[in-house]
């Protein structure tokens, strides 16, 4: 049992730098999980020496090592998220009529993984393998919205991009939006990625309560009245929340 705190602190560790935008100082490691800076250093170095992190001496930085990439690898041809995901998005096609999409974040974008549509649909920017800003996202923004602070200003150094001439300007803009988000259970986007679109995200989470992944319907605007949102978000919510079952994990 003395082993598992550590296999922890290794796992945290390697879900901070996934997260992350780039490569991170050990102090800000050390910092963003509370962790003594002496037992950081420690930890990162045995991790260097079976190659899941890799220093580089010109940043004084740590970032991913190939061993993390083998392992994201393997992950991508077992595809365990988009198996269990896709029979759900099936189902929320069927009840809403909507696109359905399930999306992850990747550093400080969404990766859509999987598409399900009815007949008739839209045209989406959003298709499989595409990465958007995920502060424009409304998968993005429930995915966002229950990570650590430190996590989110790690993510979002710099300034910040738009599409369409909307969207958050500034990190306290972001946070105060996610944090509205996180309070109403569902996050949205109207017109950040494609005018004339709009999208409703609810989050899924693994067993330690991370964000995982996200589950997102998009419909016209003018086919769905705004104060129909919340009964569409309640569909959104449900289907997020049986896949945080079928991954065995728990929420917040």
Do not use: N
């Not at 995920?134 to 989110?152: E, K």
């Not at 009245?225 to 959104?236: C, F």
């Amino acid at each position: 049992m003395s082993q598992v705190p550590a296999a922890r602190r290794t796992l945290a560790v390697l879900r901070l730098l996934a997260g992350s935008a780039g490569p991170l100082p050990a102090s800000a490691i050390a910092r963003s999980l509370d962790l003594p800076r002496s037992s950081t250093y420690h930890l990162l170095a045995a991790m260097a020496e079976d190659g899941f992190v890799s220093y580089l001496p010109e940043e004084r930085r740590w970032g991913l090592g190939v061993a993390a990439f083998e392992i994201g690898s393997a992950y991508l041809r077992h595809g365990p998220l988009e198996r269990l995901a896709r029979p759900l998005l099936r189902r929320l096609v069927d009840r809403t009529g909507e696109i359905a999409q399930l999306g992850i974040l990747h550093g400080a974008e969404t990766l859509y993984l999987l598409k399900e549509q009815p007949r008739r649909h839209a045209t989406l920017v959003t298709d499989v393998g595409v990465r958007m800003p995920a502060q424009l996202t409304a998968s993005g923004r429930s995915m966002l919205a229950h990570l650590p602070a430190a996590q989110v200003r790690a993510l979002f150094p710099g300034p910040f991009v738009d599409r369409t001439g909307y969207g958050p300007a500034s990190l306290r803009e972001l946070r105060r939006e996610l944090a509205a988000e996180a309070r109403r259970g569902w996050s949205t986007e109207d017109g950040l990625v494609t005018e004339g679109l709009a999208s409703i995200a609810a989050c899924s989470f693994d067993h330690t309560r991370h964000p995982t992944a996200a589950i997102t319907v998009t419909f016209r605007r003018e086919s769905r009245p705004e104060e129909g949102w919340p009964a569409l978000a309640e569909s959104v919510r449900a289907t997020a929340a049986d896949l945080t079952a079928r991954l065995g994990g728990r929420v917040p």
